[in-house]
Protein backbone atom coordinates (compact mmCIF):
# COMPACT_ATOMS: atom_id res chain seq x y z
CA UNK A 1 0.00 0.00 0.00
CA UNK A 2 2.85 2.01 -1.14
CA UNK A 3 2.82 5.19 -3.62
CA UNK A 4 5.50 5.30 -6.56
CA UNK A 5 7.28 7.48 -4.15
CA UNK A 6 7.62 4.99 -1.45
CA UNK A 7 4.92 6.78 0.74
CA UNK A 8 1.66 5.09 2.38
CA UNK A 9 -0.93 5.30 0.20
CA UNK A 10 -3.41 6.18 2.76
CA UNK A 11 -6.76 6.35 0.36
CA UNK A 12 -6.29 2.14 -0.46
CA UNK A 13 -5.54 2.36 3.21
CA UNK A 14 -8.85 3.92 3.99
CA UNK A 15 -10.75 1.87 1.15
CA UNK A 16 -9.27 -1.45 3.02
CA UNK A 17 -10.25 -0.67 6.41
CA UNK A 18 -14.11 0.66 5.57
CA UNK A 19 -15.38 -2.60 6.33
CA UNK A 20 -13.93 -2.18 9.89
CA UNK A 21 -15.55 1.09 10.45
CA UNK A 22 -19.25 0.16 9.40
CA UNK A 23 -18.87 -3.06 11.88
CA UNK A 24 -17.77 -1.32 14.79
CA UNK A 25 -20.83 1.39 13.88
CA UNK A 26 -23.30 -1.42 13.86
CA UNK A 27 -22.52 -3.31 16.98
CA UNK A 28 -21.80 0.19 18.68
CA UNK A 29 -25.52 1.03 17.42
CA UNK A 30 -27.77 -2.18 18.64
CA UNK A 31 -26.54 -0.52 22.45
CA UNK A 32 -28.14 2.74 21.25
CA UNK A 33 -31.60 4.46 21.19
CA UNK A 34 -33.29 5.08 17.50
CA UNK A 35 -32.10 8.70 17.63
CA UNK A 36 -28.65 8.33 17.16
CA UNK A 37 -27.73 7.51 13.35
CA UNK A 38 -25.49 4.87 11.63
CA UNK A 39 -24.35 7.34 9.09
CA UNK A 40 -23.21 9.77 11.72
CA UNK A 41 -21.37 7.22 13.61
CA UNK A 42 -19.83 5.69 10.64
CA UNK A 43 -18.56 9.26 9.63
CA UNK A 44 -17.00 9.68 13.19
CA UNK A 45 -15.79 6.01 12.60
CA UNK A 46 -13.99 7.47 9.78
CA UNK A 47 -11.75 10.53 11.16
CA UNK A 48 -10.76 7.72 13.88
CA UNK A 49 -9.25 5.83 10.97
CA UNK A 50 -8.05 8.75 9.08
CA UNK A 51 -6.18 9.72 13.13
CA UNK A 52 -5.23 6.10 12.75
CA UNK A 53 -3.66 5.89 9.93
CA UNK A 54 -1.83 9.17 10.49
CA UNK A 55 -0.48 8.09 13.94
CA UNK A 56 0.35 4.96 13.35
CA UNK A 57 4.05 3.63 13.69
CA UNK A 58 5.28 0.67 12.74
CA UNK A 59 7.35 -1.54 15.18
CA UNK A 60 5.39 0.24 18.25
CA UNK A 61 4.29 -2.90 19.41
CA UNK A 62 0.65 -3.24 18.06
CA UNK A 63 -1.28 -4.39 14.92
CA UNK A 64 -2.70 -1.73 13.13
CA UNK A 65 -6.19 -3.42 13.17
CA UNK A 66 -6.35 -3.35 16.69
CA UNK A 67 -4.98 0.33 17.19
CA UNK A 68 -7.15 2.04 14.28
CA UNK A 69 -9.73 -0.12 15.81
CA UNK A 70 -9.12 1.92 19.44
CA UNK A 71 -9.08 5.03 17.43
CA UNK A 72 -12.32 4.52 15.60
CA UNK A 73 -14.14 3.37 18.90
CA UNK A 74 -12.57 6.77 20.80
CA UNK A 75 -14.14 8.75 17.59
CA UNK A 76 -17.65 7.02 17.99
CA UNK A 77 -17.56 7.78 21.52
CA UNK A 78 -16.53 11.26 21.15
CA UNK A 79 -19.51 12.12 18.19
CA UNK A 80 -22.10 10.28 21.34
CA UNK A 81 -20.85 12.31 24.06
CA UNK A 82 -20.99 15.51 22.25
CA UNK A 83 -24.58 14.79 20.89
CA UNK A 84 -26.28 13.62 24.09
CA UNK A 85 -27.84 10.51 22.57
CA UNK A 86 -29.40 9.40 26.31
CA UNK A 87 -32.63 11.24 25.95
CA UNK A 88 -33.82 11.62 29.86
CA UNK A 89 -36.88 9.77 28.77
CA UNK A 90 -35.38 6.48 27.50
CA UNK A 91 -33.20 6.85 30.98
CA UNK A 92 -36.86 7.20 33.14
CA UNK A 93 -37.54 3.96 30.66
CA UNK A 94 -34.98 1.83 31.56
CA UNK A 95 -35.10 2.97 35.41
CA UNK A 96 -38.81 1.57 35.54
CA UNK A 97 -38.29 -1.94 33.26
CA UNK A 98 -35.33 -2.04 35.81
CA UNK A 99 -37.19 -1.53 39.13
CA UNK A 100 -40.08 -3.92 37.88
CA UNK A 101 -37.76 -6.30 36.79
CA UNK A 102 -35.90 -6.82 40.26
CA UNK A 103 -39.76 -6.12 42.19
CA UNK A 104 -41.11 -9.34 39.97
CA UNK A 105 -38.09 -11.68 40.31
CA UNK A 106 -37.94 -10.87 44.51
CA UNK A 107 -41.62 -11.83 44.98
CA UNK A 108 -41.36 -14.97 42.01
CA UNK A 109 -37.80 -15.93 43.30
CA UNK A 110 -36.72 -16.54 39.70
CA UNK A 111 -36.34 -14.86 36.86
CA UNK A 112 -39.69 -13.34 35.89
CA UNK A 113 -41.12 -13.12 32.17
CA UNK A 114 -42.39 -10.51 30.47
CA UNK A 115 -45.70 -10.45 30.84
CA UNK A 116 -45.12 -10.92 34.90
CA UNK A 117 -42.64 -7.64 34.73
CA UNK A 118 -45.38 -5.89 32.11
CA UNK A 119 -48.12 -6.31 35.20
CA UNK A 120 -45.70 -4.64 37.75
CA UNK A 121 -45.76 -1.98 35.75
CA UNK A 122 -49.39 -2.00 34.99
CA UNK A 123 -49.17 -2.04 30.93
CA UNK A 124 -50.14 -4.56 28.37
CA UNK A 125 -47.69 -6.89 26.77
CA UNK A 126 -47.33 -5.06 23.43
CA UNK A 127 -46.64 -1.85 25.62
CA UNK A 128 -44.23 -3.18 27.69
CA UNK A 129 -42.40 -4.84 24.32
CA UNK A 130 -42.15 -1.34 22.80
CA UNK A 131 -41.04 0.14 26.17
CA UNK A 132 -37.97 -2.59 25.62
CA UNK A 133 -37.37 -1.52 22.28
CA UNK A 134 -37.21 1.95 23.23
CA UNK A 135 -34.81 2.02 25.42
CA UNK A 136 -32.24 -0.17 23.57
CA UNK A 137 -30.05 1.69 24.74
CA UNK A 138 -29.87 0.04 27.28
CA UNK A 139 -26.18 -0.99 28.98
CA UNK A 140 -24.72 -2.43 32.20
CA UNK A 141 -21.52 0.32 32.06
CA UNK A 142 -22.16 3.93 30.51
CA UNK A 143 -20.01 5.09 27.25
CA UNK A 144 -17.52 6.97 28.82
CA UNK A 145 -16.31 4.40 30.61
CA UNK A 146 -14.91 3.11 27.38
CA UNK A 147 -13.16 6.27 26.39
CA UNK A 148 -10.10 7.18 26.49
CA UNK A 149 -9.23 9.04 29.75
CA UNK A 150 -6.20 11.06 28.48
CA UNK A 151 -3.29 8.37 29.26
CA UNK A 152 -4.08 6.08 25.96
CA UNK A 153 -5.99 3.83 28.27
CA UNK A 154 -9.44 2.92 28.46
CA UNK A 155 -11.81 1.56 31.33
CA UNK A 156 -11.74 -1.95 29.88
CA UNK A 157 -7.94 -1.87 29.44
CA UNK A 158 -7.60 -0.89 33.35
CA UNK A 159 -9.75 -3.66 34.12
CA UNK A 160 -7.87 -6.37 31.83
CA UNK A 161 -4.30 -5.61 32.80
CA UNK A 162 -4.72 -4.85 36.13
CA UNK A 163 -3.22 -2.83 38.59
CA UNK A 164 -0.56 -3.98 40.97
CA UNK A 165 -0.71 -0.91 43.32
CA UNK A 166 -4.48 -1.34 43.31
CA UNK A 167 -6.26 -1.84 47.05
CA UNK A 168 -7.12 -5.33 48.13
CA UNK A 169 -10.59 -4.00 49.09
CA UNK A 170 -11.22 -2.91 45.63
CA UNK A 171 -9.74 -5.83 44.39
CA UNK A 172 -12.09 -8.34 46.16
CA UNK A 173 -14.94 -6.09 45.60
CA UNK A 174 -14.62 -6.14 41.82
CA UNK A 175 -13.94 -10.23 41.78
CA UNK A 176 -17.30 -10.76 43.69
CA UNK A 177 -18.62 -8.36 41.19
CA UNK A 178 -17.18 -10.34 38.51
CA UNK A 179 -18.43 -13.80 39.97
CA UNK A 180 -21.93 -12.23 40.72
CA UNK A 181 -22.27 -11.30 36.82
CA UNK A 182 -21.69 -14.37 36.01
CA UNK A 183 -23.92 -16.01 38.33
CA UNK A 184 -26.70 -13.10 37.12
CA UNK A 185 -25.90 -14.13 33.72
CA UNK A 186 -26.39 -18.19 34.15
CA UNK A 187 -29.78 -17.27 35.89
CA UNK A 188 -31.08 -15.32 32.55
CA UNK A 189 -33.67 -17.66 30.77
CA UNK A 190 -32.06 -19.95 28.23
CA UNK A 191 -32.90 -17.66 25.26
CA UNK A 192 -31.60 -14.31 26.95
CA UNK A 193 -28.53 -15.93 28.36
CA UNK A 194 -27.43 -17.31 24.38
CA UNK A 195 -28.29 -14.17 23.18
CA UNK A 196 -26.24 -12.64 25.41
CA UNK A 197 -23.25 -15.27 24.51
CA UNK A 198 -23.92 -14.53 20.41
CA UNK A 199 -23.38 -11.13 21.18
CA UNK A 200 -20.73 -10.30 23.48
CA UNK A 201 -18.52 -13.65 22.93
CA UNK A 202 -19.04 -14.27 19.45
CA UNK A 203 -19.84 -10.97 18.46
CA UNK A 204 -22.69 -11.63 16.25
CA UNK A 205 -24.60 -8.04 15.36
CA UNK A 206 -28.28 -8.80 15.92
CA UNK A 207 -29.28 -9.47 12.44
CA UNK A 208 -27.21 -12.08 12.70
CA UNK A 209 -28.54 -13.15 15.99
CA UNK A 210 -32.37 -12.66 14.81
CA UNK A 211 -31.32 -15.36 11.92
CA UNK A 212 -29.89 -17.93 14.68
CA UNK A 213 -33.01 -17.52 17.03
CA UNK A 214 -35.81 -17.05 14.32
CA UNK A 215 -36.73 -14.28 15.28
CA UNK A 216 -37.03 -10.34 14.12
CA UNK A 217 -34.13 -8.11 14.54
CA UNK A 218 -36.48 -5.26 16.40
CA UNK A 219 -37.50 -8.67 18.85
CA UNK A 220 -33.40 -9.21 19.12
CA UNK A 221 -33.23 -5.63 20.35
CA UNK A 222 -36.55 -6.37 23.00
CA UNK A 223 -34.51 -9.42 24.16
CA UNK A 224 -31.10 -7.97 24.75
CA UNK A 225 -32.72 -4.74 26.70
CA UNK A 226 -34.59 -7.51 28.56
CA UNK A 227 -31.35 -9.23 29.70
CA UNK A 228 -29.10 -6.15 30.98
CA UNK A 229 -32.29 -4.75 32.50
CA UNK A 230 -32.31 -8.19 34.48
CA UNK A 231 -28.52 -7.97 34.83
CA UNK A 232 -28.77 -4.45 36.35
CA UNK A 233 -31.29 -5.25 37.97
CA UNK A 234 -29.32 -7.81 40.22
CA UNK A 235 -26.39 -5.67 40.36
CA UNK A 236 -27.62 -3.01 41.40
CA UNK A 237 -25.73 -2.71 45.09
CA UNK A 238 -22.61 -3.30 43.23
Excluded at 8 to 24: A, E, F, G, M, T
Excluded at 33 to 48: E, F, K, T, Y
Aim: hydrophobic content about 35%.
Amino acid sequence: MYTAQGTLDKSKQVDQYIPLVRRLAHHLIAKLPASVQIDDLIQAGLIGLMDAITRFEEGQGAQFETYASQRIRGSMLDELRSADWMPRGVRQAQRKIETATLKAEQKLGRSASEKEIAEVLGVSLDEYQEMLFDSRGASLVFYDDYADDGDGEGYLDRQIGGDEEANPLEMLGDQRFRENLIQAIEDLPEREKMLMGLYYEQELNFREIAAVLGVTESRVCQLHTQAVSRLKAKLREH
